[in-house]
């Protein structure tokens, strides 16, 4: 029977750290979350959060933000890929190269972000707007289509 009781109280006690530390770490209810969170603070006092009230700061898996999976180089899954128009500042300069666009794409494959991360200043808005028009197949993780970033490369070359 002692046994039992000290099981009983390792098991309770286990528990409230694990609640104790889940509630110190902002694991808790958004308020998207359709569950109620009861934390005991002693005998008698209770606080309960509800869909409403719930702390903004807290996160519920179902709402945590989708993560972007890393694609490396994306050239070669576009299904378009524009080219771009060279700037005609940038011709009369001679000024030529590769320019490097950072592309965020949404889970059907279409540009959300791009961003010029190398390559000569005045190329780098002509590809970028190049690459807001590109098109890419949907990329599946798991067969469930995931938002990616990668890079793509535009070559200027004076001709």
Request: charged share 20%; with cysteine.
């Amino acid at each position: 029977m002692i046994l039992f009781g000290l099981r009983l109280l390792v098991a309770l006690l286990t528990f409230a750290v694990g609640v104790a530390s889940a509630w110190l770490f902002n694991f808790g209810l958004s308020k998207n979350c359709k569950t109620v969170a009861v934390l005991r603070e002693g005998p008698v006092v209770e606080r309960v959060f509800t869909v409403g009230d719930a702390p903004k700061t807290r996160s519920c898996s179902l709402d945590r933000p989708k993560s972007v999976v890393q694609g490396g180089i994306l050239n070669g899954k576009a299904l378009s890929k524009p080219a771009p128009v060279y700037p005609l500042a940038a011709k009369a300069a001679g000024v030529a190269g590769t320019v490097v666009v950072r592309v965020t794409l949404d889970e059907s494959g279409r540009v959300q972000t791009a961003e010029a991360t190398s390559g000569p200043e005045m190329l780098r808005e002509a590809a970028e707007e190049a690459a807001r028009k590109a098109q890419f197949s949907p990329t599946l993780l798991s067969g469930q289509p995931v938002r990616v970033s990668g890079d793509i490369t535009y070559n200027f070359r004076l001709r």
